[in-house]
């Protein structure tokens, strides 16, 4: 099959099949006389593996890690469990620094009511007054409220 159709048959756009492919996360396919690409449906489950990995927020090389695994039947599957605890430490930490991120979304938004011009906007006031939040200055890991010590 050509790569339009390996394309069709996984949901994935063409230029990203190519970029997997530059990547080094799909082989390089064989080649017709008319040197087209020709893939099978080897590369139809691979790359479906690839996105599907690609829809748990996995990055390339921890993809990269898991295809090693996957491409050696006979491997002990330690890095892809140990991968996983990782990834998975990684949406917790994630979801908590959200959850912050919301209650200081929610702090901010009650500092104005309804009926204020933007002169009078508690919500502005805050955002000139206020230093950023450390997940600004700091990065993701780090997350400050908004609201000032009482």
Same mark, same amino acid.
């Given at each position: 099959?050509?790569?339009? =159709?390996?394309?069709?048959?996984?949901?994935? $756009?063409? =230029?990203?099949?190519?970029?997997?492919?530059? +990547?080094?996360?799909?082989?390089?396919? $064989?080649?017709?006389? !008319?040197?087209?690409?020709?893939? #099978? =449906?080897? @590369?139809?489950?691979?790359?479906?593996?690839?996105?599907? &990995?690609?829809?748990?927020?996995?990055?390339? /090389?921890?993809?990269?890690?898991? %295809?090693?695994?996957?491409? #050696?039947?006979?491997? #002990?599957?330690? /890095? +892809?469990? @140990? %991968?996983? #605890?990782?990834?998975? +430490? @990684?949406?917790?930490?994630?979801?908590?620094?959200?959850?912050? %991120?919301?209650?200081?979304?929610?702090?901010?938004?009650?500092? *104005?009511?309804?009926?204020?011009?933007?002169?009078? &906007?508690?919500?502005? !006031?805050?955002?000139?007054?206020?230093?950023? $939040? !450390?997940?600004?200055?700091?990065?993701?890991? *780090?997350?400050?409220?908004? @609201?000032? $010590?009482?």
């Amino acid at each position: 099959m050509k790569i339009g =159709d390996l394309a069709r048959l996984s949901d994935t $756009p063409v =230029d990203t099949v190519r970029y997997y492919e530059k +990547a080094g996360l799909m082989p390089v396919p $064989p080649r017709s006389d !008319a040197n087209y690409r020709r893939y #099978d =449906d080897t @590369h139809v489950a691979r790359l479906r593996f690839i996105r599907h &990995c690609r829809a748990l927020d996995l990055s390339l /090389d921890e993809i990269r890690t898991l %295809l090693r695994v996957r491409d #050696d039947p006979q491997s #002990d599957c330690a /890095d +892809a469990n @140990h %991968l996983i #605890d990782e990834h998975l +430490a @990684h949406v917790r930490r994630r979801i908590e620094e959200l959850r912050q %991120l919301e209650a200081q979304l929610q702090d901010l938004r009650a500092a *104005c009511g309804p009926g204020h011009r933007g002169g009078e &906007c508690g919500i502005l !006031a805050r955002l000139e007054d206020e230093p950023a $939040p !450390a997940v600004l200055r700091e990065g993701p890991a *780090c997350v400050a409220t908004l @609201h000032k $010590p009482r």
